[in-house]
């Protein structure tokens, strides 16, 4: 051998030596590190590849970990048998361990799903798969969970790791949730059907409100209309009333100066037409008269009192609040003649206008009294024609706007109202006229511009009204004349005027009273015989009744015959006075009143 | 000696290991089985050797065999936990826990450079 290549040689060795010595080294730590416990596992090889051998210490963190985690671990085989399960696992199923492992994990599964499981089972495919499904527990409970499978590779037999989750509580919470919500719906709805169900109601309130309006104001007007209608009935008697004077006069003194013309004489035409339009003047207020008696009056005896109070409710209501309602009552007040309906009318007319006269509030007064009127009394109104006596007042006081004298003069005509238009009637006061004319009282009002207003009625105390009589013929004859001598008692006196005139043209002889008292003068210092007592019914301080009976005591055979100018007391059923009586009624035609007076001397 | 997996041939070898000559960047593979004692132990270590005694200059690799138990063949790994060093040249081999400090440090030739 040669030097280089020996050195080659050399060093060839060298460098095996090297390193078979760092072999060496390793070698023996590894050695080494294993016998020093530094290993964990060890790798073997084997044909199907490295495979790894863990120490069993090593192992306990994963095991720990396995047993502690909240999941159910579960290992099986391709046919689903468990070869391994941790406690939680068994747990789920209601099992012990013992009896989970060597099961078929299929059988714990619901029915329904388990072709879904055999599925995955079968597909090899790497990677987790995961369902959702129930676990049949042995209690037979069923646990809702999802399963998370993956195929374990290098392992024989072959195998699945099965992680399985409890969904119970997430269940548990997705169903408080949807009940939360469903809850909330319903709430919503309920809410919702609620508010509709008010919006119906209310909308129904509405429509009836408006519907209650509405028939009010149909009420209202058709009140109107009544009223307006109602009006006119009384409205005629006590124009009428009134009326009936002024033609008996109108009438009269045509006549006479017809019996005076004569025939031939220019004015004579003239006369007639006075005459035949009086005549049609009465002729329409007979026919005013009977539409007002069509309103069928029934009177009683009333306590002015008590028909007050029996209204107070009303009146009440009828006021607003911001008006104070006083009512003064005498104690023992008369009663009146009348029909009740008719007095509650006065009542509230005079209320409503008193009412009205006051728009920013105040005080309404009622006080009823016993009173006497006399016949200066009445002059003191302007009343000629007036019947003193004994009377009922009722009497309406407001604090309100008051009424100058042209006003005042104008309250009682119809239609006559302050008020603005479309409200009232206008009728109001002229109703209550014409009531209290019916029933023989009178009306007035006492008023200055800012203090106010009093309405005083003035109804004839019961007791003194005489029953009316029943007759009144107006028949017109012929051959009439007589000398006797006559007593006419009459308080008006162009009425009494005329009275004495016709008779003296028929040559009667006539002895001229204007009230009762006079005509007991007259009669008693009259020497000679009186035929006749022609006398009004009504009069003040005596009435024709009493004269009539005055006289009669001293003079039975003086006849009598009555007049009246109320017309409304032929309707009247009650008290025909004692016997047979004759009566006329006003107006009259002179001819018909010389006739009833031939007829009542003869009789 | 093992064959060095990473290079695909001699000549990409050649120039890393120039590289690392130039860099001295430490190429460090640590073979574990999971989370078992000694492999949690040897990681925790040698990161921390790396950390104290090649900090910015290595590159640390941890590779665990229950997931990937092929790569075992490769680096003829006998038992869990090995550490082999690639780079710098030449390679080494330390198996166990890492657990005494000089020895890893005179094992892989890390001085005070």
């Known amino acids: 051998m040669d030097e280089r290549s020996s050195s080659r040689e050399k060093r060839r060795l060298q460098r095996e030596i090297e390193d078979l010595r760092s072999r060496l080294e390793e070698a023996e730590e590894t050695l080494r590190a294993i016998r020093q416990g530094e290993v964990d596992s060890l790798v073997v090889s084997t044909d199907k590849g490295e495979r790894i051998y863990t120490l069993r210490s090593a192992d306990y963190f994963y095991r720990a970990l396995v047993e502690q985690m909240g999941e159910g671990a579960v290992t099986i085989n391709e046919d689903g048998v468990i070869l391994y399960c941790n406690r939680r696992f068994a747990e789920m199923v209601a099992l012990p361990l013992e009896q989970v492992m060597g099961e078929d994990v299929r059988s714990m599964i619901t029915l329904r799903d388990r072709a879904h499981f055999n599925a995955m089972l079968i597909s090899k495919t790497r990677g987790r798969k995961e369902m959702e499904t129930a676990l049949i527990s042995a209690d037979g409970t069923l646990i809702p969970v999802r399963l998370a499978l993956s195929f374990i590779p290098h392992e024989t037999p072959p195998s699945f790791c099965l992680v399985v989750s409890d969904m119970t509580e997430a269940r548990k919470r997705e169903d408080e949730l949807r009940e939360a919500r469903d809850n909330l719906e319903q709430r919503v709805a309920e809410r919702t059907a609620d508010l509709v169900a008010k919006k119906e109601e209310l909308e129904k309130l509405i429509t009836e409100r408006k519907r209650a309006e509405e028939q009010r104001r149909k009420l209202e007007a058709q009140l109107y209309r009544a009223k307006k209608m109602e009006g006119i009935g009384t409205l005629a008697g006590g124009v009428a009333h009134d009326f009936n004077n002024l033609l008996t006069t109108i009438l009269g003194y045509a006549e006479l100066a017809l019996m005076q013309l004569g025939q031939g004489d220019p004015l004579y035409e003239h006369i007639i037409q006075i005459k035949n339009a009086g005549q049609k003047g009465a002729s329409l207020t007979r026919q005013l008269l009977a539409f007002s008696r069509k309103e069928a009056r029934r009177p009683e005896l009333l306590d002015l009192n008590q028909a007050v109070a029996e209204l107070e409710k009303i009146l009440r209501r009828l006021i607003r609040e911001d008006i104070e309602l006083v009512i003064n009552p005498e104690a023992g007040l008369g009663p009146v003649y009348m029909d009740p309906s008719q007095m509650d009318q006065i009542i509230m007319n005079l209320v409503v206008n008193a009412r009205d006269a006051m728009p920013e509030g105040g005080t309404l007064t009622i006080e009823t009294a016993n009173v006497e009127l006399d016949r200066a009394y009445f002059r003191e109104h302007g009343i000629e024609e007036s019947e003193p006596g004994s009377y009922v007042m009722l009497a309406v006081t407001d604090t309100g706007i008051g009424m100058d004298e042209e006003t005042q003069s104008k309250i009682f005509d119809p239609f006559f109202t302050t008020k603005p238009r479309g409200t009232g009637t206008g009728l109001g006061l002229a109703t209550v006229y014409g009531i209290v004319k019916q029933n023989r009282g009178y009306i007035w009002a006492y008023s200055e511009p800012g203090q106010g207003t009093t309405m005083k009625v003035y109804l004839p105390r019961a007791g003194e009204v005489l029953e009316p009589g029943r007759g009144g013929d107006m028949e017109v004859g012929g051959g009439l004349t007589g000398a006797e001598t006559i007593l006419v008692v009459e308080d008006n006196d162009q009425v009494l005027d005329m009275i004495v005139k016709i008779l003296d043209r028929y040559g009667y002889r006539t002895l001229p009273a204007r009230d009762g008292a006079e005509a007991v003068r007259v009669a008693r210092d009259f020497e000679g015989e009186i035929h006749l007592l022609l006398t009004d019914v009504i009069m003040p301080g005596m009435s024709g009744k009493e004269v009539a009976e005055r006289l009669r005591s001293e003079r039975p055979d003086m006849k009598v015959l009555f007049m009246s100018g109320y017309t409304e007391n032929i309707i009247m059923q009650k008290g025909i006075l004692s016997g047979d009586i004759h009566y006329i009624q006003k107006p009259f035609s002179f001819e018909g009143l010389v006739r009833k007076v031939r007829e009542a001397i003869d009789d | ?113």
């Open chain 2, 1 to 113: 000696m093992p064959k060095n997996p990473q290079p695909k041939d001699a000549t990409e070898a050649f120039e890393r290991a120039q590289r690392v000559s130039r860099d001295n960047v430490y190429h460090l593979r640590l073979y574990v089985t999971g989370a078992t004692p000694q492999s949690r132990r040897a990681t925790n270590k040698i990161k921390a050797i790396c950390e104290q005694h090649l900090k910015g200059r290595y590159d640390l690799k941890v590779i665990d065999l229950y997931q990937q138990p092929d790569l075992a063949a490769e680096d003829q790994i006998v038992a869990v936990p090995t550490l082999i060093k690639d780079l710098p040249l030449p390679t080494r081999r330390l198996v166990g826990d890492l657990s005494v400090t000089e020895r890893v440090l005179a094992g892989l030739n890390i001085t005070g450079v």
